[in-house]
């Protein structure tokens, strides 16, 4: 071993006599030109290789071996210019070829090399310019530049930057301009994207293959190369074998699955499944979904004058499921999934919030499917902050589906009527027919099987519920149902529209008449409307109304019964008649302040009627009787024209005198059209009573 040119040497000699390294694999080397030959051999002397250039493996054994203490190498000047190039490693990592591969590891490794190496070549030649520029020196010129510029790159050791860069002084010259022009892309070799080994072109040829290949008839490959055989004999175009159109199918899997399968099976199979975690508190996400339990029973009905039993049937659960835990917080049994089904599962669910909690709750984010998705969004919406249906048949968007088919196995399967697990599950796991022929009598009824189903989720619900609860944080921000939505979706309601009367709302329910009020200043508005009515029969202490047209709805409470003897009045009957009273007190101000408002404007628009603004300036407010008002000086009977005289009134009007009263005068006026007096002398001794004198 010996130093040449501050580089460390060794022969191939001493290389397989220390049994560093064998012969076969120091010859591969030699050939890939992966070692760096510092002397070559020739008449008798042995060519040295340099012992960094060996692999690191090797190397080490060698400073090992020989004890040799590290030297440190001396960089070119082009190599003190190379830097890393971190653009060009993303760059090379994310090139793709046109049928998707990606560039293999040694030739990302070569390609980064090659940049690095150029652009130091850049850089160094721009430093060089400059440098004589500076120095009013003309600069080399650009092939003893690029001759010296060959030897640095040749002296680069590979171990550390892989390259092919030309060793020709022209070539690395072109090389150089190529890659200033074209950039990285340059560096790629032209023959990855070179189809010259494809028997089916990027044209007529590969769509015909392709369309027979996803035909949803599923071809075999030899109907397919057949088929297209056909037709290349008449093109000439080249066959195709059996084996090389399943080459080709499988290079194409993705395309032709959708065509072969249709979307729903393409979507359930190749598209992206997205993980998710569970809630980490209860009440957040409820998903709900219809399950037809794997549970027969029998029906008997009358069929065409004869009765006619069917063993099959089977009822169908819509289950409410809390995500948190797979809690069962509702469900509903029926024959068939309907909007009033699912509407009693979601009721089922608010009722067992408050059996579990004190209040009744509705989830924070609630997913279903889009059955009757139109009809029943509203519903939807009104209980959840959000609504988020699933892709339509898309079972693995809910986590509900495999929940039903863990109640098949572990509950269902352990009954005697049960029914398997549907009619495409492999042969071998559902019940015999045979057996299921001979038992058929001894099928349960239908309130069997409802039975079987209530203690099925009863059980369910036993082994989930404390870690239900443990989940809940008592946090009721946005999940507390109000009661005008509960009695909106869940409530009972009568079908006959009633109106408002002095004593508010009187709906009769069950019998009897009850009395509500609402005291809300829009709900005394809308006096003229007519009421549709919704009620809890379990409370009845409020009541919902619904206006016909749906655009009001005003929660009613049932009025409070006043005692007539004041001695009979608690403090209770006290604060509900005050209530009454501040909020007449309230319609009386609002109508008040409604005439200050208007009654100004109406006399400035009236200026252009002299009779309408004599009659607007005889108005009063409502509640004030105009007390305090100065009235204008009432026409003369020569100032009163035609047409006000018309609206003389024809009925009497009683106007209180000084001291407040009305009746005696109306008495007074009576006996005169009598043609009496009070004072008269022929008036009799006693007075007769009104209805005498009528």
Known sequence: MERVGGLLTITKDELLSSALISPLRFRKLAEEKRIQIVVRGCRGRQAQYAVDSLPEKYRAEVYKRFDIPPMDRVKSLLEQLIRPYPEAVHYYHSYRLPDGRCLPSDKISQYTAEAQILEAIGAYWMEHTSKRGKASRRPMGKSEFYGWMTQMVEGLPLEEYPHKLPKSVDNLKRKHARYKLEGLESLVHKGYNNRNASKVEQSEQEAYLLMLLAHQNQLTNRQVAKLYNEVASQRGWEHLTTSAVAKIAKRHDLLLEAGRMGATKFRANARVAIRRSKPSRSMSYWVLDGWEAELYYQQTIEKKGANSTRYDCRLVVVVVLDASCSYPIGYAIGDRESKSLITQALMSAVHHTEDLFGARLAPRQLQMDNYDIKELMPLYASMAGKVTP?????????????????????????????????????????????????????????????????LMIAEERAKRQSEYLELYDGDLTGIELSREVYLENF??????????????????????????????????????????VCYDPSELSTVLAISEDGQYKYLLTEKHVQPMALEDQTEQDAAELKKVRDFEGEVESWIQSKYEEIRPVALEVAEGSPTAQRLLQHTTLPFKGG???????????KETPEEVANFTPTREVMILDNKGRYKDHRYDRKLEREGLSSTSEEAPQRRRSILERV
């Open 627 to 637: 007390k305090g008002k100065k009235v204008a000086k009432p026409l003369t009977p």
């Open 390 to 454: 699933a892709q339509a048949k898309n079972a693995r968007a809910k986590i509900v589906e495999p929940y039903f088919s863990y109640l098949n196995t572990q509950y269902c399967k352990l009954q005697p009527n049960w029914a398997g697990y549907g009619v495409v599950s492999a042969q071998g796991k559902n019940p015999n027919t045979d057996a299921l022929n001979a038992l058929k009598h001894s099928t349960p009824t239908k309130e069997e099987v409802i039975s079987q189903i209530h």
């Open 491 to 532: 409530g009972l309601r009568q079908d006959r529209l009633i109106g408002q009367s002095i004593y508010g709302l009187t709906p009769t329910i069950y019998g009897e008449t009850r009395y509500y009020e609402c005291l809300d200043l829009g709900w005394r508005q809308q006096r003229h409307q007519k009421w549709q």
